[in-house]
Nanobody, 118 residues
């Protein structure tokens, strides 16, 4: 059974940084893709970033210049480095994993809370 476990969330002041991690287990194969979504209170869930390889990744417009997505070349782990955080980044962040280009978000983690507040 595939499981994704996020960590690294917490409370941070505006302008601060956090690094989220996602550890995948239960898969015999390396995930085709890994991604990050977020959902703020009262808002729809939105894509933050997705990575297939170091040269094939994308970031939402709001994340460009502030966030960096990466993944392990060996294990099913992914990371989201978030800098220059502001209150609008407050949300639950979810990790996803895909098995092919048609199933980019097949698996979901439980989420980790990120709160940006002074």
């Amino acid at each position: 059974q595939v499981q994704l476990v996020e960590s690294g969330g917490g409370l941070v002041q505006p302008g601060g940084s956090l690094r989220l991690s996602c550890e995948g287990s239960g898969s015999k194969f390396r995930f085709y893709s890994m991604g990050w979504y977020r959902q703020a209170p009262g808002k729809q869930r939105e894509l933050v970033a997705r990575i297939i390889s170091s040269w094939n990744k994308n970031l939402a417009e709001f994340a460009r210049g502030r966030f960096t997505v990466s993944r392990s070349n060996i294990t099913n782990a992914a990371y989201l480095q978030m800098n220059s955080l502001n209150s609008e980044d407050t949300a639950v962040y979810f990790c996803t994993a895909g098995t092919s280009e048609n199933f980019l978000d097949r698996y979901w983690g439980q989420g980790t809370q990120v709160t940006v507040s002074s």
